[in-house]
């Protein structure tokens, strides 16, 4: 049964700081993982999808990573901005017929 | 993307009652779901509603508890039946894109919903 861990479950850096959000998920034949973020109160906006076939993708100042042989996932931000304040989730799927299995996430708030 | 929209976005309600929650897409998907996150916990399926046939429910979950319909390709309820103050948790509908689990899942803002 897939598990997904996300350490830290909160972190708090200075404005522009670049900053690395982690991703563990137990079983490694992974067919996609999926980042989110979740504003307060809000639902979750899909940021990157990486499929088990690639090993990284990108989107303006967002990078994800993925390495199935260990089992982790990164997103990388970039100058990070107050606006990106929120939690980040982290979801795997195991099949084309497996429902995703989410992280707790990781809090993260940048301060001006 | 398509864009979800949930009905009401957030309910106070009393024990023992129940609550239908809405979920309306702009265009038509084939894979419908249903998650509940709970106060500091990730985000739980709960069923995949499927189009013209009952739901298929996850471990844990039952039907007289959290009926479902999807009458088409746009459209979903999820009720909370007979509620309880653990029933207090964010709903969330969920879908995926046509194309299938190649593609990104997306979901709605969610409905925040207290039992008294």
């Known amino acids: 049964k897939q598990e997904v861990t996300q350490i830290p479950a909160a972190l708090s850096v200075p404005e522009g700081e670049n900053l690395v959000l982690n991703c563990s998920f137990t079983d490694s034949a992974i067919y996609n993982l999926q980042w989110f973020r979740q504003d307060p109160g809000k639902g979750l906006t899909s940021l990157l999808l990486i499929q088990s076939s690639q090993r990284e993708q990108t989107s303006g100042r967002l990078n994800a990573s993925l390495d199935k042989s260990s089992g982790r996932s990164t997103l990388y931000i970039a100058a990070s901005q107050p606006g990106d304040s929120a939690t980040y989730l982290c979801?795997?799927?195991?099949?084309?017929?497996?429902?995703?299995?989410f992280g707790k996430g990781t809090r993260l708030s940048v301060i001006a | 993307s398509a864009v979800i929209s949930q009905k009401p976005s957030r309910d106070i309600c009393q024990r023992g009652t129940s609550l239908t929650i809405q979920c309306q897409v702009d265009s038509q998907v084939t894979m419908m779901f249903w998650y509940r996150q709970q106060p500091g916990q990730s985000l739980t399926l709960i069923a995949t509603?499927?189009?013209?046939?009952?739901?298929?429910?996850e471990s844990g979950f039952v039907i007289d508890k959290f009926p479902i319909s999807r009458p088409n390709l746009t459209f979903s309820t999820l009720t909370v039946s007979n509620m309880s103050p653990e029933d207090s948790s964010i709903y969330l509908c969920?879908?995926?894109?046509?194309?299938?689990?190649?593609?990104?899942?997306?979901f709605g803002d969610g409905t925040r919903l207290s039992i008294l």
């Open positions: 969920s879908v995926g894109e046509t194309g299938g689990a190649r593609q990104p899942q997306h």
């Open positions: 979801a795997a799927r195991s099949s084309g017929n497996t429902p995703l299995v």
């Open positions: 509603a499927n189009q013209g046939s009952e739901a298929t429910y």
